[in-house]
């Protein structure tokens, strides 16, 4: 009971405290929105829409950053906003009209054009330029909730242990109770004048010289361990070579965690090679620069890291780190946005080590049967470090296929097949077994 | 003492007094061990409490604690790419149209990439012309990966830099120019409409002394000759033998390299029976040939005999008379003649005497019946070689004329007959360069080696034949520092460009008239839609100049031809020369898999040899002999031609070898560059005086006997008439098929029933209704032998090269062999009479002699070949015999192998009655002993990776190319669609270009095979033995119709 009034009482600080600050937040965004006339929390939606791909607030990326691009512009320049304006509509033009900073701008970014926006209406492009001018939000809401949520965290382990403590206690008491009783029934019996039978328990054989003389029950037991020794063998042998639960430790920390669990990518984005091919692929650097381009830093969870990835030091910084380990690999060039060309290929270390022997197609399961990556890989948008969830035994395959009914509806290949089979088997759904998916030369060859 | 030779082992013995030296002659080392010293502190020794027996359990100990420690898997490591190319998936194969245009073979390909590595070489089914990969054409893509291959430049065998090589060849090429001494560039035929242009402007760059001499190692000089004099053109006359009903050929070997090959996919379409019709092939020719071997009569003939028969022939048709000349040809070229009338513009006659009269009276000929299948207008390019210039340029060379030398594709070094005096020659050029492949002969004479660039490196161009234009792309990136000929053509005549954008700069301007350069290559063919405008003009200008010509002087020419031939006497023994299959010029020699591909004649791999008839065996008294340990074993004899000796050849006998000729093959007995183990047999390009295949020749018998690595030592089919079914076109027309394609029959409670009869059947049939059932059907008819099919199973299934050695014990690993039989009669009609007509053990019908005879297969036999793998019996007898059940079948028709699986008792190799299953001896991969393509990692790049790479100890086999059709199956269920017919193939049935092999699935009741199936024709390898299998025959016909 108590731990339950904790937590009320504890998320109720949480809650209020987010509430202060958010509070607060606003009120900020207000008064930048009411300096630029324009709408901060719309403008951060549409730069988020239409600039974020190229900008950042604070950060150069393929384009400057745009943190109080407008005040840094009429002060640096001395442009005002009507150049802003006809420049995020129409670049290009900038450019070949021969204005002078617009010239000097595409020069310093690679001569990489930006992208037109003549549907962003002057409001618009205000909504945003509000946005850039209000001081981006630094994450200290985030550090402070983290505190706060650290706490029930640990209460929850005190009050195991003091479940335990008290239960320890408990029995303790009833054990120390029944000596009690025990001692004071004997006294009793003494001062009853009844005789306790202990001479004549002694003379009684002693059950291991009984079990002893028992042939049968030696021999029951005997076959017994026997038995039980062997199904033990067995099964450490069979154990051999199946690597279930197999977590390298990467040279990249990836987080499948934050990637397919937190930012719900899809798995086939980056593996996209499981749609068509035999293997899933391990994607290729240039995948991860489609979004590390513009994400360099780790900003976590709203709330912080938890008391577990704190636990194993995954933090903010860490996570940053990793990226920048990326960077490294495939040669990205953070100050100046551009790739130097100095690669250095990250060597993975393989998880699901399928031998040569067995052929598996990914695309077979994947884009035929349309089965769920986590039917064999696990939860992997929980796994923060990736382990092998399956056997990936032989056995395991099979009493899939034998299981599992093959999706056959709306596929032309199937038709004739599906007709067949059903009428010959009595059965509307087919097994992969049906079809002959268990036959060796399915899969060794 | 038989010699007074001193023999030592060291300098020191030369020394009398060195103390060591006595030493050592009385003792293994110059120190005693120390034994004594260890065993006789006895104190130690027992002090020790190691014991014996505690050793021994030391080491059990730590052995098991290893056994058990390797349970531990290892780490692997997978790395991506850092980029990934757009086109490139992971696990998906890509193909590319390109072009093999080496100087020996041409042909339209598509190339098998997979991870950005070719690994196969398919047909190209959209090229018209030569759009079939031959065996070596097939195996081309292991070249690539040759673990001898040059690579980078070099400079009098010390490495350079490319820019060094420039600069050298750019001064040197710079001070001749405008000097009286040549710049040669002496290549390979291209037939390459860019390379030409690019020649040619070369020319202009460097002045009038450039001069361009085509050398092709086996020449057709003759034919070109004789074509260029009739129709003004060097080039060759083009055959479409499916037009032909009539086929005689004087000594061509169409099927084979005959005036650069590819005739064998038309060839084979009008062998088959079609409404009771097919074309009649006659072949008069000396060495037993692939064509010849395919003929519905041979004549074995020399030479000599043949260009009489020719000239005979001519006059017959012409109706003069021809005089001179033996008469022993008369009654074949009478039975010609008139069959040729018959057939008129039916007929076709094509010659491979490499005689320029000949070739003209053949083209006479020709144009004489108005053969439709004659095709003079629409000439091929496929070989230009000149030997007069070649001759010409080695004489400029000793005389010093010749300041640069720059070759390419060609190595004169080793196939010129007079390679000495080129090497000297060369000593005499200021600046030689050889692009080079491997470090040949050539190569280690040239003073600059460029690393030249295999064909799937290089961009390219071809004209196959007028109007036919192909092209080259490159499959993979160059794998080491080479660079091809062209390219450095355009870099020394100082030119920015690229060889991609002159080819096409010189597409968009000459070729493509319009059409779109990504579709030509894309397709990797085209086909000019009419004849390019500028050239049209010429051709009809030439064209109506030869006609002019022809009124008054074709006469002149022809009958002088004629003179000669008939006029032609042979002196003794005539050596024709010849290319092998598997071999040809011998420009891939170092490819182990055309080393080991049997030869389809002899099935002798692994050697080239002398091939002789019977007779002159027994004069010479030389044999072939089976040996104790199942091996073939052949005498030596030495060749002699021009006082040239040629030592130590080992013989063949061959059935059908014309009597008083003898047969070498070219390709063999290069050494430079080469791995030992494939530096094989002899060099027959020595004795190639004047560029003849002909040579008078004396033959001596010498001691010592030759192992060959035959691969079937059985020649003739014994009257077993359920192997080979064979009729002839009147029965096949006239009789009911039970009657030829006889169906075996058992006996059932004293009833004769068929075999294939349900009551005659122990097993329970598998329900194979549904789903797939994979067939293939092979047609006796268009098997024309070539073996395509054998190195492109090679390729897909990663079949390991076993060597001389292994191939001799018979433990070759070709998961598809062609049988080839000998009839032992005249005919195997006859053989099957004498086997049936056997009465007793004894007497002259007796069994016993009968079976001796029939062994030996007759002078001039009727030649079979029949390709065959696993058979995917339904009712399999290896199955049922597996322990472990390794082997099992599938409801597909396919009989799968699980190697993992297998525990190796050969029970189930034991059991098959076809013979077909291969067991692994030794491990083929990463082991020295074998140190093929499997032993180094560059050879392993052709691996397939959808197939397993087999280990020792397991059986292996023909897996109807599992792999294949699961991804066919796999992609029709992707894109959820029916498979059309046609899309299942497996790897013989995709390389046959004579449509021999159609693979399909049978329960789709319009597909080919399941028709081919209901044929008349079909039968089943061995029915009576009830296996029921899924590749099925069709009974061979013979068009013995004489008209």
Not at chain 1, 198 to 227: G, T, Y
Not at chain 2, 280 to 289: P, V
Not at chain 2, 358 to 378: C, G, H, M, P, R
């Amino acid at each position: 009971m108590k731990k339950v009034l904790y937590r009320h009482l504890f998320s109720k600080i949480l809650g209020l405290s987010l509430l202060f600050f958010s509070i607060s937040f606003y009120a900020q965004e207000e008064a930048a929105a009411d300096a630029g006339g324009g709408d901060p929390a719309k403008g951060k939606q549409l730069f988020n829409q239409n600039c974020a791909a190229c900008h950042s607030l604070d950060r150069k990326m393929t384009g400057p950053a745009l943190a109080n691009v407008e005040s840094r512009l009429s002060e640096d320049q001395g442009l005002d906003k009507e150049w802003l304006y006809s420049w995020i509509k129409n670049s290009p033009g900038m450019i070949s009209s021969g204005d002078s900073y617009a010239n000097a701008i595409y020069a310093e970014y690679n001569q990489a054009a930006m992208t037109p926006f003549p549907t962003l209406s002057n409001q618009d492009i205000d909504d945003i330029l509000a946005y850039t001018a209000a001081p981006p939000a630094k994450p200290v809401a985030a550090a402070a909730g983290g505190d706060v949520t650290l706490t029930p965290a640990q209460s929850s382990g005190i009050s195991n242990e003091v479940i335990l403590g008290a239960l320890a206690l408990v029995f303790g008491l009833l054990v120390i109770m029944l000596v009690l009783v025990n001692k004071t029934l004997r006294r009793i019996a003494e001062a009853n004048g009844v005789v306790l039978e202990n001479e004549k328990a002694e003379k009684r054989l002693p059950i291991w010289k009984a079990f002893a003389q028992n042939q049968f029950l030696v021999l029951v037991s005997a076959i017994f361990l026997l038995l039980a020794s062997a199904y033990f063998a067995y099964g450490w042998m069979m154990q051999v070579g199946v690597d279930q639960g197999y977590a390298p430790v990467q040279p990249i920390h990836f987080s499948h965690k934050i990637h397919a669990g937190d930012n719900k990518i899809d798995c086939k984005y980056c593996h996209s090679s499981a749609r068509v091919s035999k293997t899933s692929g391990i994607p290729s650097l240039n995948v991860c620069m489609n979004c590390h381009k513009s994400i360099y830093e780790y900003a976590g969870n709203p709330e912080g890291p938890s008391a577990e990835d704190l636990a194993a030091g995954h933090t903010n910084e860490f996570y940053t780190a990793e990226i920048k380990k990326l960077y490294k690999a495939v040669g990205w060039d953070e100050e100046n946005q551009k790739y130097t060309g100095e690669t250095k290929p990250v060597q993975w270390v393989r998880i699901h080590n399928l031998p040569d022997f067995a052929y598996f197609n990914h695309s077979q399961h994947v884009s035929v049967a349309g089965i769920a990556c986590q039917t064999c890989h696990g939860p992997i948008e929980e796994m923060e470090v990736v382990e092998q969830f399956a056997p990936l035994t032989m056995g395991w395959c099979v009493n899939c296929h034998r299981e599992t009914n093959v999706k056959m509806e709306g596929n032309a290949y199937y038709e004739a097949i599906h007709e067949e089979l059903s009428k010959k088997y009595g059965v509307e759904q087919l097994t992969a077994a049906m079809m002959g998916g268990i036959e060796c030369g399915k899969c060794h060859y | 003492m038989a010699s007074n030779k001193k023999y030592w082992k060291s300098e020191a013995e030369l020394n009398p007094n060195d103390s060591i030296v006595e030493t050592l002659r009385q003792n293994e080392f110059t120190e005693q061990i120390p034994v004594d010293e260890f065993l006789g502190d006895k104190e130690n020794l027992s002090a020790s409490n190691t014991n014996r027996r505690d050793f021994l359990k030391y080491v059990g100990f730590s052995t098991a604690a290893a056994a058990v420690a390797a349970c531990e898997g290892p780490v692997h490591k997978s790395i991506p790419y850092v980029v990934q190319p757009d086109n490139i998936v992971p696990g998906v194969a890509n193909y590319y149209a390109t072009t093999i245009a080496d100087g020996f073979d041409f042909a339209s390909v598509l190339v098998k990439t997979r991870e950005g590595r070719p690994i196969k070489i398919e047909n190209n089914t959209d090229a018209k012309v030569n759009g079939s990969a031959n065996a070596r054409v097939q195996a081309s893509v292991l070249t690539l990966y040759d673990s001898k291959r040059v690579q980078g430049p070099s400079a009098n065998g010390e490495p350079v830099e490319w820019k060094v090589l420039d600069a050298t060849v750019k001064a040197k090429l710079g001070s001749l120019k405008g000097s009286n001494r040549q710049i040669v560039l002496l290549t390979q035929t291209y037939a390459s409409p860019s390379t030409d242009k690019l020649i040619a402007e070369f020319k202009e760059a460097y002045g009038e002394n450039v001069n361009h001499v085509v050398y092709d190692a086996i020449s057709e000089d003759a034919a070109l000759n004789a074509f260029n004099e009739a129709y003004g053109e060097r080039a060759l006359a083009d055959y479409d033998f499916e037009k032909a009903e009539l086929i005689v050929s004087f000594g061509a070997d169409f099927l084979g390299d005959w005036q650069g090959g590819g005739y064998d996919s038309g060839y084979a379409k009008g062998r088959v029976p079609k409404h009771g019709k097919m074309s009649r092939h006659i072949q008069l020719e000396s060495n037993m040939s692939l064509s010849g071997a395919n003929a519905d009569k041979r004549y074995p003939m020399t030479p000599t005999q043949q260009k009489i028969a020719l000239a005979k022939l001519y006059g017959k048709l012409n109706g003069s008379s021809v005089g001179g000349g033996t008469s022993d040809v008369d009654e074949a070229v009478d039975k010609v003649a008139s069959e040729l009338k018959k057939a008129g513009s039916k007929a076709v006659v094509v010659t491979g005497l490499n005689d320029v009269n000949a070739q003209t009276v053949v083209l006479a000929i020709n144009k004489l019946l108005a053969s439709e299948a004659f095709d003079a207008e629409n000439p091929r390019y496929v070989r230009q070689g000149d030997t007069a210039k070649v001759g010409k340029l080695i004489a400029d060379m000793n005389a010093g004329r010749v300041g640069a030398l720059i070759m390419d594709g060609v190595n004169p070094a080793y196939t010129l007959p007079n390679a000495e005096e080129f090497v000297s020659g060369l000593e005499k050029v200021d600046v030689s360069v050889a692009f080079a492949f491997n470090n040949d002969e050539t190569a280690q004479a040239a003073g600059y080696v460029a690393a030249a660039s295999h064909y799937l490196e290089s961009w390219g161009d071809a004209q196959f034949r007028k109007g036919q234009y192909t092209l080259m792309q490159p499959a993979i990136r160059q794998l080491f520092d080479t660079r091809q000929f062209q390219t450095a053509l355009l870099t020394w005549m100082g030119s920015e460009k690229t060889y991609y954008d002159y080819i096409k700069e010189t597409w968009s301007t000459d070729i493509l008239q319009g059409g779109s350069w990504n579709k030509a290559l894309q397709d990797g063919v085209f086909v000019a839609s009419s004849p390019v405008a500028q050239e049209e003009g010429a051709v009809a200008a030439s064209q109506a100049e030869a006609e002019e010509a022809e009124g008054e002087s074709t006469v002149v020419p022809i009958a002088s031809a004629i003179r000669s031939l008939v006029n032609a006497a042979s002196t003794g023994t005539e050596l024709v020369l010849y290319s092998k299959v598997g071999m040809g010029d011998g420009r891939q020699a170092n490819n182990p898999w055309l080393q080991e591909f049997p030869d389809p004649i002899s099935r002798v791999s692994w050697d080239n040899y002398v091939t002789v008839s019977k007779a002159d065996a027994e004069k010479w008294e030389v044999e072939n002999k089976m040996v104790a340990d199942g091996g073939v074993n052949g005498s030596y004899v030495n060749l002699t031609v021009d006082g040239k000796v040629l030592e130590n050849v080992p013989v063949i006998v061959q059935p059908g070898q014309a009597v008083g000729t003898v047969g070498l093959s070219f390709g063999y007995g290069k050494k430079a560059g080469m791995q030992s183990e494939m530096a094989t047999g002899v060099n027959a390009y020595a004795l190639y005086s004047n560029f003849s295949d002909v040579q008078s020749v004396t033959i001596e018998k010498v001691g010592g006997e030759h192992e060959f690595a035959c691969i079937q030592s059985q020649k003739t089919l014994m009257g077993r008439g359920d192997i080979i079914k064979e009729t002839t076109l009147e029965i096949f027309n006239t009789k009911d098929h039970a009657e030829w394609n006889h169906m075996p029959h058992v006996s059932l409670n004293h009833n004769e029933i068929p075999v294939t009869s349900p009551d005659a059947d122990l097993w329970d049939e598998f329900d194979r209704s549904i789903g797939h059932h994979f067939n293939l059907s092979i047609d006796l008819n268009a098997c024309t032998g070539c073996g395509a099919c054998v190195i492109a199973c090679h390729a897909e299934n990663n079949v390991p090269v076993v060597g001389k050695a292994e191939m001799r014990r018979s433990r070759d690993m070709h998961w598809l062999r062609i049988d080839r039989y000998y009839s032992s009669e005249e005919t195997f009609e006859q053989d099957n009479e004498k086997k049936d007509g056997m009465d007793g053990l004894w007497g002259e019908k007796g069994s016993l002699g009968g079976f001796r005879e029939m062994e030996d297969p007759s002078a001039n036999p009727q030649v079979a070949f029949q390709p065959v793998m696993c058979q995917h019996c339904n009712h399999a007898p290896c199955e049922t015999v597996c322990p472990v059940a390794a082997t099992s079948h599938s409801r597909q028709g396919q009989n799968h192998m699980a190697y993992n699986r297998c525990v190796g008792t050969r029970y189930c190799a034991n059991n098959c009655p076809y013979k077909v299953r291969r067991f692994n001896w030794f491990l083929y991969n990463n082991n020295d002993e074998f140190d093929f393509n499997m032993n180094n990692d560059l050879g392993k790049m052709v691996i397939n990776p959808d197939v397993n790479v087999r280990s020792r100890g397991v059986m292996e086999k023909c897996s109807m190319c599992i792999q294949m059709t699961q991804k066919t199956i796999l992609d029709a269920k992707r894109d959820g669609r029916v498979i059309k017919d046609g899309e299942f193939q497996t790897a013989c049935s995709a390389a046959c270009s004579s449509g021999a092999m159609v693979f399909g699935d049978i329960n789709d009741n319009e597909s080919k095979v399941a028709k081919l199936k209901e044929d008349d024709r079909m039968y089943h390898l061995l029915e009576h033995v009830g296996t029921k299998p899924n590749v099925f025959y069709h009974v061979k016909v013979r068009n013995t119709n004489e008209a």
